[in-house]
């Protein structure tokens, strides 16, 4: 791959965010009449032209539906889909058979809750999530709860949002048959010390499902060394397109579970009488899947691999600390969101100004931030505020973009008094 971020990076072992902000389209976008301060990445990442290209490429001369024609164009499809799956296992340092492609992370976790929890679950057992959940990693629950009577726990965290392990032990039992649990925060950026809650898990005999819709952007994940039973993420926090998610998980466990979907490609054999379904991941990827859209995941993992994950993080974690100290001078700002271990992403109020006011207001300046309760409502509650504002920061982002946020944040406070 050759793009100017790559080869900067092997010359220069700086990181030259200026190379990489080079390499994404939408850095050099102008939005009411200002060059656009992108702090919203948690939400969705930009993309880097090394996605858009290879997309366009296989759409273009690449392009037929996989695994079906005995045709050469048919067979590249399912090819380059293959070794995206490829891609995506040696990411996480899982096998390819133990990767699934699913829509977003949300259908990730929803395959396992119909699909595990159909087949493993019975009224009474419980199921053990934090208080710092998405509500893709809630509701999910709440619908099997009210199929099939399971329970819920939620992992208290602290003030400070630190996730409480102590308490979280105490939770577990012999019903305990699952722990769900973020890895990375999207709200307060705290980063959960997974291995440790997987070990602890099994001990107590439950399997565990990792959230990384944050973690993998900002940490990756060795999936071998935490030992977790499922992991999953979503293709555009990565700098991939919309409509591609993963599904980690252990072989032996995935090949135990019914298939969740039916349709085209899962099946073995299908007779009106009984079908025979194939093994994971096939099993679970029913009917034509978002073939381009792995591919284009693949690129995305392919960038970041090029600049190096250790690298993006400890810029981002410069970034984190810098925002951290500047957001810290403004009188009336409350940072909400102080645990040990945080990602890039910090939350905050401004005392007389409702965080969606903050968000239209620097808007006009140009900054993109997130207001609302960000999917975690339930938090929101916890920290006493019904909405935040938040700033998430990526591979692009520069020191300057905080400096922007902040003017941006003294205009609130001139307008607010
Ligand atoms: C964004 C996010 C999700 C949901 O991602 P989708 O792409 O909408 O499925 C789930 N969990 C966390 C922690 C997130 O940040």
Not at 79 to 105: C, G, H, L, P, W
Not at 301 to 306: A, E, M, P
Not at 335 to 344: A, C, L, N, S, V
Not at 396 to 402: L, T
């Amino acid at each position: 791959m050759s793009t100017a971020a790559a080869k900067k990076t092997l010359s220069n072992d700086a990181y030259d965010v200026e190379a990489i902000r080079a390499d994404f389209p939408a850095m050099s976008l102008q939005v009411n009449g200002k060059p656009l301060v992108f702090l919203d990445s948690g939400a969705s990442a930009q993309k880097p032209s090394v996605v858009l290209e290879r997309m366009d490429r296989m759409y273009r001369s690449e392009y037929a539906n996989v695994h079906r024609g005995a045709y050469r164009l048919s067979e590249l499809a399912t090819e380059n889909y293959e070794n995206a799956r490829k891609t995506v296992a040696q990411f996480m340092n899982a096998s390819v058979d133990e990767i699934v492609f699913t829509r977003s992370v949300t259908a990730a976790i929803n395959l396992v809750a119909h699909s595990f929890g159909r087949a493993f679950l019975k009224a009474g057992d419980e199921v053990v999530i934090s208080h710092m959940e998405h509500h893709a990693n809630i509701v999910p629950w709440q619908l099997l709860r009210d199929i099939m009577g399971i329970v819920i726990k939620v992992a208290p965290i602290d003030d400070d949002g630190n996730f409480l392990i102590d308490e979280f032990k105490k939770l577990l039992g012999p019903k305990t048959k699952l722990v769900a649990i973020t890895h990375c925060s999207n709200v307060l950026g705290t980063i959960t010390p997974i291995k440790e809650i997987t070990r602890i898990a099994h001990e107590a005999g439950a399997k565990v499902l990792i959230d990384g819709a944050q973690g993998i952007v900002h940490l990756g994940v060795d999936v071998r060394d935490v030992d977790c039973d499922f992991y999953g993420f979503t293709g555009h926090k990565l700098y991939g397109p919309t409509g591609i998610g993963v599904l980690y998980g252990k072989r032996d466990l995935l090949n135990a579970l019914p298939p969740y979907e039916g349709g085209g490609d899962m099946i073995e054999l299908v007779t009106f009488e009984k079908t025979t379904y194939r093994e994971a991941p096939a099993r679970f990827e029913a009917g034509t899947p978002p073939i381009v859209e792995a591919v284009g995941l693949a690129a995305a993992i392919d960038y970041v691999n090029s600049v190096g994950l250790d690298r993006i993080a400890k810029h981002e974690t410069g970034l984190r600390d810098y925002a951290m100290k500047r957001l810290g001078e403004i009188d009336g700002l409350t940072i909400i969101g102080r645990p040990r271990e945080k990602g890039p992403i910090v939350s905050f109020t401004l005392e007389g100004a409702h965080p969606h006011d903050i968000a239209t207001i620097i808007d006009s300046k140009g900054v993109a931030v997130r207001a609302g309760h960000h999917c975690a409502q339930p938090l929101m509650e916890r920290c006493n505020v019904a909405a935040t504002a938040r700033a998430s920061f990526a591979m692009y982002n520069r020191i300057e973009d905080v400096d922007a946020l902040v003017d941006a944040l003294n205009t609130v406070k001139d307008i607010f008094g």
